[in-house]
Antibody, heavy 125, light 107 residues
């Protein structure tokens, strides 16, 4: 049974860096793509970006200048770093397995079939 | 960005009812549309992917249809555990985007 577990500080000061880890159990992190998705309190879902063990990443352009996602195969872990945070970054952060189906010449569509339970990060001084 | 608009934003229904939630994309997304259910305080759960493929373990009272820009999620014979918020998500673009959500409440 594959499980995802987010971890990291629940409180970050404005202008500092938010760092979260997602530990995957029951599957090799090298076998899939993995995404981070966030949800501000009482609001909808926003895709942040994905990472792959081969170093491949893609980010939401709205966050691209501040975000970094990486995969550590030795720890079977996905990481998220978001710098220069503000109150607008307060949210529940989810990691999710990002399954894909390919078509044509390199195009794909994807879906998030497994999610962690989420980690609430509050940005406040 | 591809904008996803769900309607209604909220609705109330009774156990045993049939409900339909609509999701419209700002441009054609073929059939690359997924549906999720989120209960309060919990992570979203995948219900349907590629517009109409039921995720393993999801009850058959859930179904999805549509292509292009217009999609629907239908739930027949509502059960108490179905009262939750539902989100659509497009994956036609690598910049995945979600609808704003539809809250399904008990009447």
């Amino acid at each position: 049974q594959v499980q995802l577990q987010e971890s990291g500080p629940g409180l970050v000061k404005p202008s500092e860096t938010l760092s979260l880890a997602c530990t995957v159990s029951g599957a090799s992190i090298s076998s899939y793509y993995w995404s981070w998705i966030r949800q501000p309190p009482g609001k909808g879902l926003e895709w942040i970006g994905y990472g792959h063990y081969n170093g491949g990443t893609n980010y939401n352009p709205s966050l691209k200048s501040r975000v970094a996602i990486s995969v550590d195969t030795s720890k079977n872990q996905l990481s998220l770093r978001l710098n220069s945070v503000t109150a607008a970054d307060t949210a529940v952060y989810y990691c999710a397995r990002d399954l894909r189906s390919y078509y044509g010449s390199g195009s794909y569509y994807n879906w998030f079939d497994l999610w962690g339970q989420g980690a609430l990060v509050t940005v406040s001084s | 960005d591809i904008q996803m608009t769900q309607s209604p934003s909220s609705l109330s229904a009774s156990v045993g009812d049939r409900v339909t939630i609509t999701c419209r994309a700002s441009q054609s997304i073929s059939s690359y549309l997924n549906w999720y259910q989120q209960e309060p305080g919990k992570a979203p759960k995948l219900l349907i992917y590629a517009a109409s493929t039921l995720q393993s373990g999801v009850p058959s009272r859930f179904s999805g249809s549509g292509s292009g820009t217009d999609f629907t999620l239908t739930i027949i014979s509502l059960q108490p555990e179905d009262f939750a918020t539902y989100y659509c998500q497009q994956s036609y673009s690598p910049l995945n985007t979600f609808g704003q959500g539809t809250k399904l409440a008990i009447k």
